[in-house]
C-alpha cells in the first residue's frame, strides 16, 4: 500500500500563487502515471494535470501556462505550481498515483481563490 498526502492549499486572492505537494509513503517509481485532479462542490472530478513516468505531461486547457507540475521520483513527491489562479479555479485538489490495475488517491488539499 501507498499512501498519498497531498498539502499547500488555502486561501489566495485572485492572481496570487500556490504550490501544492503529493507526499508519497513509499516509492513513486512504479507510478507508470501521476497526476492532479480537482473537484468543485456539485461538480465531477477533472483532471488539471497528468504527467507520465518518462515527463510528459498533458495539461487541462483551463491550466495550460499557469500550473506547472514537477515529479521528483528520489524524493517521491510530487508538487503543482499554481499561477494567475481564479476564482475558478476553487475546489479540493487530489493527487492520483496509477500502477496497472489500481489507482492510490490522496484525501485532497483545498484551494479557495477569492478577495
Known amino acids: 500500500q501507498v499512501q498519498l498526502v497531498e498539502s499547500g492549499g488555502g486561501l489566495v486572492q485572485p492572481g496570487g500563487s500556490l504550490r501544492l505537494s503529493c507526499a508519497a509513503s513509499?516509492?513513486?517509481?512504479?507510478?507508470?502515471?501521476m497526476g492532479w485532479y480537482r473537484q468543485a462542490p456539485g461538480k465531477q472530478r477533472d483532471l488539471v494535470v497528468g504527467?507520465?513516468?518518462?515527463?510528459?505531461?498533458n495539461y487541462a486547457d483551463s491550466v495550460k501556462g499557469r500550473f506547472t507540475i514537477s515529479r521528483d521520483n528520489a524524493k517521491n513527491t510530487l508538487d503543482l505550481q499554481m499561477n494567475s489562479l481564479k476564482p475558478e479555479d476553487t475546489a479540493v485538489y487530489l493527487c492520483?498515483?496509477?500502477?496497472?490495475?489500481?489507482?492510490?488517491w490522496g484525501q485532497g488539499t483545498q484551494v479557495t481563490v477569492s478577495s
Open positions: 513509499r516509492s513513486i517509481f512504479s507510478f507508470y502515471y
Open positions: 492520483l498515483g496509477r500502477r496497472p490495475g489500481y489507482d492510490y
Open positions: 504527467i507520465t513516468s518518462g515527463g510528459t505531461a
